[in-house]
């Protein structure tokens, strides 16, 4: 029986990919065309397995399976509808997929505590260059600020709400209520560590702090051909010299990783001295002190760099997330349930953000990882394996059944 949902559950995953924003490949950002297809199917099938159904004024897609008696708690299970450009088929949806999955295999049982699935609007960050909307807003932390960011288009978070037809004065009503049992999570690793040890699941530990910074050098613009190299001001340069140091910091320091992902050069042009370079900086550690320290390096070494060359260097922070600790009980509990399955327990840092470090604000969390073949993830390429699937559907129906006999 797992084995042919497990099956569904992939060839659910891989028409949703289909729902994009760009033919041929799939893109899904924040409320954007697709995503209305996307509720309408998921909708259509929670209602199936028993469940009443809403999208909140964020956008996120929310169904509640209800408890044996309408004065139990409520246990969230989801992850985040949104995807980067270019995705795979499994990041983010795959764990709403299972979740409903999950409330299918319970065949109408009431158990002592209410399921809401939660499919988020938004994680990725990719429409706002900020992430998290979807999880903010039932964490209660979706505020005016965010609503006012635009996109490239000049659309606020606000304005797109209300695209969607829904109200964004009302967002505050997508705050989860006091008192849940907690919050589960199943996500791909996204990384190659379980394939390299043939364990199709791991149970999050941690999920690390992060930091995203811009840097800004700037120099002076000048023409290629005619400015002898020793009277230049060259923000390009800096950058260059900048960010090898921020590899150097990353490869000395256990368990930091540290990456310039994005780089703009103004006036971008192949006979011009840069007289500006914009870096974008990602910093990730469990340990909040590490990571902390690390940035605080890198950006005395900008300054260094920049003040030797004779450039300015500004930052810009866009994000300073905590690492996240997983709920010792519900830790427990899941290692309890992959035992259950006979599966090799494996705990597992997070080294990328997810829904359930903005859910830790307001209740506890737990994640559990499937298995990413080849450690591919945000990419085509993207996929899992139907035992791996199989074995997740029956660690949530052993979680499931150990919470229920602690609540009944």
């Known amino acids: 029986m797992l084995a042919v949902k497990a099956q569904d ?17 799939t893109r899904r950002t924040f409320l954007s065309p697709p995503m209305r297809d996307v509720h309408a199917y998921l909708s259509s099938w929670m209602q199936r397995t028993g469940m009443s159904v809403q999208v909140d004024d964020a956008g996120n897609l929310r169904g509640v399976y209800r408890a044996s008696s309408p004065d139990r708690p409520r246990l969230f299970i989801g992850s985040h509808l949104d995807t980067v450009s270019d995705a795979g088929a499994f990041d983010g949806v795959l764990g709403v997929v299972l979740a409903i999955a999950l409330v299918e295999l319970l065949e109408h049982r009431p158990l ?6 939660v499919g988020f ?21 979706l505020d005016a600020d965010l609503l006012s960011r635009v996109d490239a288009n000049g659309r606020s978070v606000a304005d797109a709400i209300r695209d969607f037809g829904l109200d964004p004065s009302c967002v505050g009503h997508a705050r989860a209520d006091d008192g849940a049992l907690g919050y589960l999570e199943f996500h791909i690793e996204q990384g190659p ?5 043939a364990i199709p699941l791991a149970v999050v530990s941690t999920i690390v702090g992060q930091t995203r910074l811009t840097s800004t050098f700037t120099g002076s613009a000048n023409h290629a051909g005619t400015t002898p190299m020793a009277a230049r001001r060259d923000a390009v340069a800096g950058a260059a010299e900048w960010i090898t140091a921020v590899e150097a910091l990353a490869l000395r320091t256990p368990g930091l ?65 905590k690492s996240v600790a997983m709920s010792p009980t519900l830790v427990t509990a899941l290692e309890r349930a992959v035992a259950a399955r006979g599966v090799p327990v494996h705990r597992l840092e997070s080294g990328a953000g997810h829904d359930a470090m903005i859910l830790a604000t307001r209740m506890p969390v737990a994640m559990l990882f499937l298995r990413s073949p080849g450690g591919v993830s945000h990419h085509p390429d993207e996929i899992v394996l139907e035992g791996d699937v199989a074995a997740a559907l029956g660690t949530g129906l052993a979680f499931l059944e150990d919470l229920a006999e602690a609540h009944g």
């Open 9 to 25: 559950v992939i060839g659910i995953c891989r028409h949703l990919a289909g729902c994009s924003e760009e033919p041929g490949r």
């Open 193 to 197: 560590v379980l394939d390299g040890l």
């Open 112 to 117: 002592p505590f209410s399921i809401e699935v």
């Open 121 to 141: 609007s938004e994680e990725e960050g990719v429409r706002f260059g900020v992430p998290f909307i979807g999880s903010r807003a039932l964490a209660g932390t």
């Open 257 to 321: 990783v540290a990456t310039v992902g994005r780089v703009l050069t103004r006036p971008g042009a192949t006979n011009v001295i840069a007289g500006m370079c914009e870096a974008s900086l990602d910093v990730r550690h469990a340990s909040d002190d590490t990571r902390a320290t690390a940035v605080d390096t890198l950006r005395r070494t900008a300054q260094q760099i920049a003040s030797r060359r004779q450039l300015t260097v500004r930052w810009d922070t866009h994000l300073d997330q």
